[in-house]
């Protein structure tokens, strides 16, 4: 239990990325893309540090999407087919 005045940074509860084409739906775990993202600022900073550069990793955008509330992201319509990206 949180103690009283004391805000969690982001929501805990299961979030989903969902792509629509047409009446198909795909869901891809959020955490899923979190994950992808992490790895891939992990190579980017050991890359730097083998070339004795800085890269600071931003913390705020690996986790920007939690932030969300559920909303449509993207929605467009070509060929009479429905194209749409939402968060849930």
Known sequence: MAHPGVRRPY??????LVLGVGGLR???PL???EW???LLLFALKTRALLKG???RVPWGAV???RALSPTLLFQVRVEGKEVRLELL
């Open 53 to 55: 550069t800085r890269f």
């Open 63 to 65: 986790f920007a999407l």
């Open 26 to 28: 795909l869901p891809c």
């Open 11 to 16: 929501p805990l509860r299961p979030r989903f």
């Open 31 to 33: 955490s899923l893309l």
């Open 36 to 38: 992808g993202l992490l």
